[in-house]
């Protein structure tokens, strides 16, 4: 079945650091989502790539889609205590189905 | 918060029992999809209902079913509960639009999740 995989599992970082999380799908995708999960919380939307190639950029974080729309990228850029939890990506299949990926969470050293 | 409710927030069963769970979706919308999510794992499809109808499921036995009512809200049922079951069972709420088929798949917006443990 179609398959959206996601590296690392885990990130650790000192604060400041940079995060990035990537997924990659076995079949093309419409979109591509992106979600936050809170340790204990519940998935948040943060965007959504529709385009080939397309670059989102919210504050301090960078989305990409790929040209092929088979991988995508969130990157994040001095991280700071907030941003802790875990990423999703979310692919769109051709079954207008969401194919989730298994999260890359995001630990700040203390 | 996202206007998704979910009930119980948590439940407590048996191997063999049966269980349902509720969702109020946004208004607005006409799209639920329903999600498993064990402990450290991302959340896994189990289907999805448009206008009161299945339109897509996940690799779950039959034993999952659900239900849309005409105000969007809907139910998860799973009968012959196992070990295996216990998760966080999340609803989304979304707005698709038609035009031909279902085509655009918007956001997602999550519920709290119910958290079920079998025993």
């Known amino acids: 079945g179609q398959q959206v995989m996601q590296i690392p599992q885990y990130q650790h970082v000192q604060e400041g650091e940079d995060f990035t999380t990537y997924c990659n799908s076995s079949?093309?995708?419409?979109?591509i989502q992106w979600y936050k999960q809170r340790p204990g919380g519940h998935p948040v939307f943060l965007i959504q790539?529709?385009?080939s190639g397309e670059v989102k950029k919210q504050k301090r974080l960078t989305f990409q889609f790929g040209e092929a729309k088979k991988n995508s990228s969130l990157h994040i850029t001095a991280t700071q205590t907030t941003d802790v939890g875990t990423y999703f990506c979310?692919?769109?299949?051709?079954?207008?189905?969401?194919?989730w990926g298994a999260g890359t969470k995001l630990i700040i050293k203390p | 918060e996202t206007g998704v409710t979910q009930s119980p927030t948590h439940l407590i069963k048996t191997r063999g029992q049966q269980v349902t769970l509720r969702c109020s979706s946004q208004s607005g919308h006409n799209t639920v999809s329903w999600y498993q999510q064990a402990l450290g794992q991302g959340p896994q499809f189990i289907f999805q209902?448009?206008?009161?109808?299945?339109?897509g499921r996940g690799n779950f036995p039959p034993r999952f079913s659900g239900l849309q009512f005409p105000n969007y809200s809907s139910e998860l049922n799973v009968n012959a509960l196992e070990l295996d079951d216990s998760a966080l069972y999340l609803c989304?709420?979304?707005?698709?639009?038609?035009?031909?088929?279902?085509?655009?798949?918007?956001?997602?917006?999550f519920g709290p999740g119910t958290r079920l443990t079998v025993l």
């Open positions: 790539l529709v385009k």
């Open positions: 079949t093309t995708l419409s979109n």
């Open positions: 209902y448009y206008r009161e109808e299945e339109n």
């Open positions: 989304a709420s979304s707005f698709s639009g038609l035009a031909g088929g279902l085509t655009h798949v918007n956001e997602q917006f």
């Open positions: 979310a692919g769109l299949d051709s079954n207008y189905q969401l194919i």
